[in-house]
């Protein structure tokens, strides 16, 4: 009985695993992303072209909670335009005597999320909940990749996928059917800087825009680093001349 429960565990396991198989999501499309690496960086154009894809098509729907206007400084942009951004938007808050009142925004504001509440952002999506995209390129497995290939990989569904009402085909999201719409098309918006909007080019732009988003302080954190391992090279090498000088005359 002991062997017999082992077979059909085993079975079982094997079961799962061919179900796991058949459901596997497609990997990733791979790009070079220039923030990749230990010397990597920001490109800041990339990001302020991500910054209006997101403002313009992004925003509609996802929250981006955990950044504030005036961290679009890092970006480039002037305190005038952080300001101008801002002020586009309202900001529940109370006044001197207590009273709820709805102003326009600050520069310390965080970005002013779609809805008020998870539950009103499921009322307009037919129950889905479009995720708070502050963090989004660290939360999911090989995150550029995965936001790039996700935005860009709707289309028709093969002949062997069984259609989900409401839903649209994308291999890299799980189970391929995915309740958000594709977002991007070509020319949706119309960069400041003259860069054709291509679907690809709007996607990447917006991947380096939520990298940043991330991980603000990437460019800081990696400078430190090549600065401490200079450090050490140099202390190791100052360290070994030294042992050499002391135990130069020592007979072995």
Not at 142 to 151: A, C, E, T
Not at 181 to 210: C, H, I, N, R, W
């Amino acid at each position: 009985m002991f062997f017999k429960g082992i077979g059909y565990a085993l079975l079982a396991a094997l079961a799962i695993a061919q179900i796991a198989a058949a459901e596997e999501l497609e990997h990733p499309k791979h790009l070079a992303w220039q923030f990749e690496g230990m010397t990597g960086y920001l490109d800041k154009k990339a990001a302020q072209r991500g910054f209006q894809v997101y403002s313009q098509v992004c925003s509609v729907c996802h929250s981006l909670n955990r950044v504030s206007y005036r961290n679009l400084s890092d970006l480039g942009f002037t305190e005038a335009e952080i300001k101008a951004v801002a002020a586009s938007k309202l900001v529940e808050d109370y006044d001197d005597k207590g009273q709820r009142i709805m102003r326009p925004g600050k520069m310390s504001d965080n970005f002013v999320p779609p809805y008020p509440n998870e539950d009103a952002s499921r009322a307009a999506h037919g129950g889905a909940y479009p995720p708070d995209l502050s963090l989004i390129v660290k939360a999911r497995h090989d995150g550029p990749n995965y936001v790039f290939s996700l935005i860009t990989g709707f289309g028709p569904a093969p002949t062997d996928e069984k259609p989900v009402p409401n839903k649209y085909y994308n291999p890299y999201f799980p189970n391929h059917w995915i309740s958000m719409p594709p977002p991007l098309s070509e020319g949706l918006v119309t960069y400041q800087d003259g860069m054709p909007a291509t679907v690809d080019q709007m996607a990447k732009d917006v991947v380096v825009f939520l990298q940043w988003a991330a991980e603000p302080e990437m460019e800081q954190r990696k400078l430190t680093g090549l600065r401490v391992l200079v450090f050490l090279t140099i202390l190791t090498g100052m360290l070994y001349a030294i042992k050499r000088r002391i135990w130069r005359n020592v007979k072995h």
